[in-house]
């Protein structure tokens, strides 16, 4: 963990010098940028195999069978 931690630095650092440590306001973007540059990880195409209302559905299809309950969409 602290190995990561130093990896996000050192992306803050190189980008933002003498910016400080990192905060937890900014730590999901160098975590971000970690995983384009090391990964080459583009969630926005990984977004594209996975639709949102799929997805949904399929979790709560799961729940379902796993905690053996049933799931009813309700109108607000």
Known sequence: ADADIASLQALKDAEE???GP???????YYMEAELKSKFSVDHDAIKSYFPLNTVITNMLHMYETLLSIKITKISV
Do not use: H, V
């Open 17 to 19: 010098p003498g910016g």
């Open 22 to 28: 990192i905060s937890m306001s900014n730590y999901r």
